[in-house]
């Protein structure tokens, strides 16, 4: 991800779209009103955040492969069965990764009292293998970049714990960027450990990608490359990233790293896949979704428990509403979207001869805050048919159209193969504070924004819906990082919003 290619992004409110909505593709006034008593009644109903209260609460982190998952998923389908709809689970081959202990220290280092020891906040990052059980002690190599690290060359790397110390930029973040912050940083998490295998070295840690420095370790996936030696992989929180950067420059630094993760035989997991059957084009297919596995530090709210709730709740304001979408509105809870957008992938190539009839995929995966508006993966003409919804969205401060080259991250490869994808404009400032981290809980959820994320979402959903014409379904390359992380392995990564971002 150290190369960024350049999109142009079309940004209006909706009364600046260019052009007006052409007539053949327009929702009648029926519809419209039908728009207008969705929105008022998702402002005003806590359905979602009771769910996704019971799925962190009760249910807590969905590690894949895990019987949290399983419990989550029998919970999900349930639930949608409770509402009518057709409910059926689609099997999904999984990894399963277990995390273990987890233990830095600082061993030897400059201006150390007597054999004191500094202890480091450490985790390990998803997919890694595993120290010894007693753990390695080797001296620390602390850079800043991969060109840093290659400078450096076999013969000082060798035998050594790489520390990559590559801040988040968190003044991109608060500049409303926090996806181009997290993709400059994550590519040290997905691949630091091959890097670093590469050149000889024994272990490899991150500084942890995310802002709100409380010393928080951040987990997530980390990829291996066939050919290159498999080394043990970790997130250091970023205080403690930052004090061995600092000590290795006044010296040498030693330090002890344990970590004893398992992988264990693959699993079956289930896609949750709920149909609210269309009135007149049952075949034509509205996806909403969010995935609903984990990561295991915290309990998974807003990545992506609140992603799953939505969707959930556009499907009980329909039904509470009385309302009949002429064309079949799914939700979808995705299933291994951490490890590698297993569930997704999984759908694809099962429905691969349906896609032609999906009018649109929605997914929610960028947490709960007050959403702005929608991004569009799709034609640049889709921002007109959407104009009306644009400005009903404005009553609650949602009305901007962003225009992209994808949207989301399950349905990313739902938009590669031409179906129109969506996901709602949020403010992301807060989110890397918190998401991969043990503080991604219920309290991080603000009722008032989850109901405004379930307005945008359920009123773009039916629109969709109720539309007399199919959105153009315009078929877009895969991403560059895409292809580089499917090459270099199913258990890699996919970070999120990567329309600016491309892989090494």
Known sequence: MRAASTLVLTLCACGLVAGQQPRSNALADSDLAALRTLHAAALASDYAYERVAYLTDSIGPRLTGSPQYAAA????????????????????????????EERAELVAYPGQAGEAIQRLVVTALGGSVATPPEGITAEVVAVRSFDELEALGAERVAGKIVVFNQPFDQRLAEAGHAGEAYGQSVAYRSNGAVAAARLGAIASLVRSVGGAEYRLPHTGGTSYTEGVPRIPAGALSAEDAALVERLAKR???RLRLVLTPRTLPDATDHNVIGDLKGSERPDEVVI????????????GAIDDAAGVAVAMEVANLVKQAGLRPKRTIRVVAWAAEEPGLFGSRR????????????????????GAAHPIGIEIGGAPSIAEVLAPVAALLRRSGAGMLRTGELAGSDIIAL???????????????????????????????????????AAVITVLAYALANLPEMLPHTPR????WLESRLRAGERAHFPFLPRRVSSP
């Open 73 to 100: 998923v029998q919970y999900v389908a349930s639930e949608l069965r409770k509402l009518g709809l057709d409910v059926r689970l689609q099997p999904v081959q999984v990894p399963r990764w277990e995390r273990g």
């Open 251 to 253: 010296g040498p630094v």
């Open 288 to 299: 909403v979704s969010g995935h609903l596995d984990s990561w295991d530090l915290g309990t």
């Open 347 to 366: 759908y694809v190539k099962e429905y691969a001869s349906e896609l032609r009839k999906h009018a649109g995929a929605i997914e929610m995966d960028l």
């Open 415 to 453: 938009g590669i193969e031409g179906v129109p994808t969506f996901a709602p404009l949020q403010d992301t400032r807060r989110y890397f504070d918190y998401h991969h981290t043990p503080a991604d809980t219920l309290d991080k959820v603000s009722p008032v924004e989850l109901r405004e994320n």
């Open 477 to 480: 390359p895969r991403p560059a």
